[in-house]
């Protein structure tokens, strides 16, 4: 059983905008700072952006100023919003825990990215 489920991937062109969604099916994000995470083809996992409790967030330098990183504790919910998106952002995207990331733990599946040039 997976406790977080990522969704709102999909296929868009250089410039357009996704937002992605995780939902929480126990109460990690709650008590825990959340991170979106990705990874392209060859490369390793890396953290995109994150979250902590308090809605204190942080961003990679390559996604600054494009992507919104958003939680919804009554729907046990965090969100990626993703604009002007290059071909440089696809990859699966992932969320979890940071605690339990760091730790290589509780991956789900993910959900796929693809920006065409």
């Known amino acids: 059983q997976v406790q977080l489920v990522e969704s709102g991937g999909g296929l868009v062109q250089a410039g357009g905008s996704l937002r992605l969604s995780c939902v929480d099916s126990?109460?990690?994000?709650?008590?825990?700072?959340m991170g979106w995470y990705r990874q392209a083809p060859g490369k390793q996992r890396e953290l995109v952006a994150s979250?902590?409790?308090?809605?204190?967030?942080n961003y990679a330098d390559s996604v600054k100023g494009r992507f919104t990183i958003s939680r919804d504790n009554a729907k046990n919910t965090i969100f990626l919003q993703m604009n002007s998106l290059k071909p440089e952002d696809t990859a699966v995207y992932y969320c979890?825990?940071?605690?339990?990331?760091?730790?290589?733990?509780?991956w789900g599946q993910g959900t796929q990215v693809t920006v065409s040039s």
């Open positions: 979250i902590t409790t308090s809605s204190t967030t």
């Open positions: 126990g109460r990690l994000l709650r008590s825990n700072t």
């Open positions: 979890n825990a940071r605690t339990l990331a760091v730790r290589s733990l509780n």
